[in-house]
């Protein structure tokens, strides 16, 4: 079983910057993918970014340039670095977590959840 908590949210000016942390519980977090995901009022869970054992890093078009995953194994943490907010950006990120080694933009393809955290962007 692993545990996911998130920090970090927070009400921003567009423009702004933000940095998203995720800690797990467990001495398994090295073997898991790491996903972000986000959902705003009225629509769909969407993928935003996804980091595998060994770094590689996946990003939705809509934040590719803007975002940067990355994860630090020694701290069971991942972390989403975001720059450039837009007010589109608005909606409660999920951190996820997938007992594999293979990542994925699907949101039911992750075994574990965090609770979420409120990130708004004003304009």
């Known amino acids: 079983q692993v545990q996911l908590v998130e920090s970090g949210g927070g009400l921003v000016q567009a423009g702004d910057s933000l940095r998203l942390s995720c800690t797990a519980s467990?001495?398994?977090?090295?073997?898991?993918?790491m996903g972000w995901f986000r959902q705003a009022p009225g629509k769909e869970r969407e993928f935003v970014a996804a980091?595998?054992?060994?770094?590689?890093?996946f990003y939705a078009d809509s934040v590719k340039g803007r975002f940067t995953i990355s994860r630090d194994n020694a701290k069971n943490t991942q972390y989403l670095q975001m720059n450039s907010l837009k007010p589109e950006d608005t909606a409660v990120y999920y951190c996820?977590?997938?007992?594999?080694?293979?990542?994925?933009?699907?949101?039911?393809?992750?075994?574990?959840w965090g609770q979420g955290t409120q990130v708004t962007v004003s304009s």
């Open positions: 980091i595998s054992w060994g770094g590689g890093k």
């Open positions: 467990g001495r398994t977090f090295s073997t898991y993918v």
């Open positions: 996820a977590a997938r007992s594999s080694s293979v990542a994925s933009m699907t949101s039911n393809a992750y075994n574990y």
